[in-house]
């Protein structure tokens, strides 16, 4: 069945320092969506891509979804400590649930 | 605007029990999904509810059954509960029978299973 990795597992970082995690389906995707969870708490929407090569970015997010449509990343610029949680991303094959990656666990040391 | 509601918040089961949990969806919303949250893991998506039928399921067992109500809400039951049952179950809700709208899927808080 589909397997949608992400690296890193886990990934520290000194505030004001930028921040990528990388997404990796086995199979191509119709969309991927990516969430943040905060410790203690629920997965909670960030975007939706859907276009081969798309690009969105959300003030210091930006996302990228690959041109063969199998991967996609998630980069943040100067990272604050708001920034930390786990990062996932959910990857959708034609017609079939979305499955979420392992997630990376973010940390920002102030 | 009320969000995703589940309940109970926490729950304490012993081997071979049952349990039944529970989600409203968010104000607008028509479809639930169920999902499951090991801990340091993530959600595995169980079953997918939709004009009160079960239109996608995951890789679990018959153990897990779920149920809509007409209005929208949703109950998750597990029979004959298991250590390894132990974990975040997550409910979410979208639109019309798809979570890949432009505004994904509003998960709730979650219930927090422990199996002794």
């Known amino acids: 069945g589909q397997q949608v990795m992400q690296i890193p597992q886990y990934q520290h970082v000194q505030e004001g320092e930028d921040f990528t995690t990388y997404c990796n389906s086995s199979?191509?995707?119709?969309?991927i969506q990516w969430y943040k969870q905060r410790p203690g708490g629920h997965p909670v929407f960030l975007i939706q891509?859907?276009?081969?090569?798309e690009v969105k970015k959300q003030k210091r997010l930006t996302f990228q979804f690959g041109e063969a449509k199998k991967n996609s990343s998630l980069h943040i610029t100067a990272t604050q400590t708001t920034d930390v949680g786990t990062y996932f991303c959910?990857?959708?094959?034609?017609?079939?649930?979305?499955?979420f990656g392992p997630g990376t666990r973010l940390s920002v040391l102030p | 605007d009320a969000g995703v509601t589940q309940s109970p918040t926490h729950l304490i089961k012993t081997r071979g029990q049952q349990v039944t949990l529970r989600c409203s969806p968010k104000?607008?919303?028509?479809?639930v999904s169920w999902y499951q949250q090991a801990l340091g893991q993530g959600p595995q998506f169980i079953f997918q509810?939709?004009?009160?039928?079960?239109?996608q399921r995951g890789n679990f067992p018959d153990r897990f059954s779920g149920h809509q109500f007409p209005n929208y809400s949703s109950e998750l039951n597990v029979n004959a509960l298991l250590l390894g049952d132990s974990a975040l179950y997550l409910c979410?809700?979208?639109?019309?029978?798809?979570?890949?709208?432009?505004?994904?899927?509003?998960f709730g808080p979650g219930t927090r299973l422990t199996v002794l």
């Open positions: 509810y939709y004009e009160e039928e079960e239109r």
């Open positions: 104000s607008g919303h028509d479809t």
């Open positions: 891509l859907v276009k081969s090569g």
């Open positions: 199979t191509t995707l119709s969309n």
């Open positions: 979410a809700s979208s639109l019309r029978g798809t979570s890949g709208g432009p505004s994904g899927q509003f």
């Open positions: 959910a990857g959708r094959n034609y017609g079939q649930n979305f499955v």
